[in-house]
């Protein structure tokens, strides 16, 4: 059954007793996801321990995650109530049998075909069928309905977004999961004359993530160590007057690969950047230097960057290419093969009175002329639209990045700032900031990020500078 135009409007209408004929299908595809076991196991208490155990029955070790056979009929419902018959359909009676499990990752394809009808009753029976994606059946059975003598149409709702909270700490325990693996690479900790900045090498020396080379005044390093009792015997240290000296010899270290990424202390960070940018550095690449956030908030699926939010004050359109070049480089390294990039602006229209619309509108035409590759982008988008399908889908926009971005790109430093901070002080969301654009990554974070915000920069920049060996910047 096609779909038609009253549907592509946001309106569902109902097919009508009358108006259905043997043979008349429908269909219906859903990725089973995480989120898809936990609002079901949490909707009908058939799990009262954590429902991201292992359930298949067989050895413990080829057990998996699979869904419980009723989520299946959840789709079924939906089918029915929106497609065929469509709104106002009564179950009357279903026979359904359960052939095959399914596991996260597969996606289930349900089809209903008319069969029967039954002119007394008004009643039709529909055959029911669903597959996975290797072709295997997962389901087999028959529904009859009560279909309405009239024909009945209704405005498509905007269904509220329910997201569930995970546990604490969950983001980083897993980031550093995945790269226990990767050796720990050599790292120059620039001026980490402070317990923060010290203390986070050292634990991100102890996780197996770096080999730390602290480049600073060696008198200042010992005094912090001292009052706090750390141990920095067997560490290598680059003894330097200043941080404006530490920043110079760090780059000088990791231009003539010494060092596979440099991290900041306690300086400023026009500072360390400073040195970075320089012509005579040796460390800048064709793209522009630009930073990103990796962040995770409990309010959204998954975890996504923000850019540029410290480096690039007011970035043309020539910057905003490379901003998002880069963004797109450090999805690829963090395991997004095609990110979805969202270019932000106030609304979702292009207006000549509004340059980041303008800016948005060029960035997504360069895309389609293959400027721009490695991820799909629309803009402009406002924040909400890029973040929430319902607030995409109440404003009317079909958008395969809307409600779903991997990448949201800012109009400038500014706005930028003020999102990422927003959403980790008010949003709960866990942050690591990294910057992008220069032959080795360097974890640029802030004197008032947290332990875990440090730690998680580390493990991105491991991933970075494994990639960078085989794929330079």
């Known amino acids: 059954m096609n779909t038609t135009p009253s549907q592509e409007l946001g309106l569902l209408h109902n097919r009508s007793f009358d108006e259905l004929n043997i043979g008349d299908s429908a269909r219906l595809e859903r990725r089973l996801a995480m989120q898809d076991l936990q609002l079901f196991a949490a909707l009908s208490e058939t799990c009262a321990a954590d429902p991201a155990q292992p359930l298949a029955p067989g050895d413990e070790g080829d057990a998996q995650l699979i869904a419980h056979g009723m989520w299946s009929t959840v789709l079924l419902a939906s089918l029915l109530g929106t497609r065929l018959p469509g709104p106002g359909t009564g179950l009357v009676r279903q026979a359904l049998h359960f052939l095959s499990p399914l596991s996260i990752g597969d996606l289930l394809d349900l089809q209903a075909r008319v069969e029967a009808k039954d002119e007394a009753l008004r009643q039709v029976t529909l055959a029911l069928s669903a597959h996975n994606q290797n072709g295997q059946q997962v389901l087999q059975g028959q529904v009859v309905v009560q279909a309405l003598d009239a024909r009945i149409e209704r405005q498509r709702t905007s269904l509220p977004e329910i997201r569930l909270q995970p546990g604490s700490g969950e983001g980083l325990a897993r980031l550093l999961a995945h790269v226990k693996p990767l050796a720990a690479i050599r790292v120059a900790v620039v001026h980490s004359c402070d317990e923060a900045s010290l203390s986070a090498a050292l634990d991100a020396r102890r996780a197996g993530l770096i080999d730390p080379v602290l480049v600073a005044p060696r008198v200042r390093l010992e005094a912090v160590a001292a009052e706090h009792g750390w141990d920095l015997s067997g560490l290598t240290i680059e003894d330097v007057p200043h941080s404006h000296a530490a920043a110079q010899r760090a780059a000088a270290m990791a231009a003539c690969g010494e060092v596979e990424a440099l991290m900041k202390g306690s300086l400023h960070t026009d500072e360390l950047m400073a040195a970075v940018v320089s012509s005579a550095s040796g460390l800048r690449t064709k793209t522009r230097v630009s930073h990103c956030f990796v962040l995770h908030t409990p309010h959204y699926p998954r975890p996504f960057i923000v850019t540029d939010a410290a480096i690039n004050l007011a ?40 340059p980041a619309t303008l800016d948005a509108a060029a960035l997504c035409k360069m895309a389609d002329r293959g400027q721009i590759t490695g991820g799909v982008l629309d803009g402009p988008l406002a924040f909400d639209n890029a973040v929430s399908m319902a607030a995409a889908r109440t404003k009317g926009i079909e958008s ?12 400038d430093l ?60």
């Open 414 to 473: 500014e706005s930028g700032n003020m999102l990422a901070k927003q959403l980790m002080y008010m949003g709960e969301a866990a942050s690591a900031g990294i910057v992008m654009g220069t032959k080795v990554p360097i974890i640029l974070t802030s004197r008032a990020d947290s332990h875990a915000s440090r730690m998680a920069s580390c493990a991105i920049a491991l991933l970075l500078a494994h990639r960078y060996r085989t794929t330079p910047p």
């Open 400 to 411: 395969p990045v809307a409600g779903q971005a991997d990448i949201l790109v800012v109009p």
């Open 315 to 354: 970035p043309d359109l020539p910057q905003k290419a490379d901003i998002v070049r880069n963004a797109i480089a450090l999805a690829h390294a963090i395991g997004v093969p095609e990110p979805k990039v969202a270019i932000l602006a106030a609304v979702e229209t292009v207006s000549p009175n509004m």
